[in-house]
């Protein structure tokens, strides 16, 4: 219960989006779940929030778990601090992530996200302009494809798009 769930492939709501796609609805407790689930939330908070009985968010959440669409992880705040156990997978994806991503160095992504600083830390630090230890990240999400089309998605006049681009 002190955990969440965590979306590595796609969103909550994209899995929403590809139930009604592909012409079938997400089963009603499942889509309650996936509407209110945010890593910033322990599975409990879920429950309520969901409207759900605990024992029923912990069945989808091992369902969801079972079949890859997400990972159990402690909750994700701005005073967490990450590690990995996984630096050895780096390889296997980097390939993956260098097409969505391209310019950033999935070693790099990893490298900042796992000082001894924490997430609320690092983040400010890739958010503020003026602080240049951020700037290559910054820099280069913003120019790749994948941040493009999600403000697309966002924004479809393109306005906060144009606006962002020119901000830095």
Known sequence: PYYTLLFPHASP???????HTSGSAAPQRMEQLLLTVTPQKPLTEIAIDANL???????????L???????????VSSQSRLTTLG??????VSLAFSQAYPG???????SLLTTSRTLGETMAIVTDIANEEGA?????F???PKYHNRMRKLDPSGISNAHATSSV
């Not at 709501?13 to 139930?19: G, R």
């Not at 009985?53 to 069945?59: E, I, Q, V």
């Not at 778990?65 to 909750?75: D, E, I, Q, R």
């Not at 950033?104 to 990893?110: A, D, E, M, P, T």
């Open 104 to 110: 950033i160095s999935l070693f790099g992504v990893v």
């Open 142 to 144: 913003m120019a790749s």
């Open 53 to 63: 009985p605990l024992h029923t968010t912990l069945d989808i959440a091992s369902f």
């Open 65 to 75: 778990v079972m079949h890859g669409a997400c990972m159990l992880s402690p909750v």
């Open 87 to 92: 630096i050895h997978r780096i390889p296997e």
């Open 136 to 140: 290559w990240l910054r820099e280069s």
């Open 13 to 19: 709501s994209e899995l929403l989006q590809a139930f």
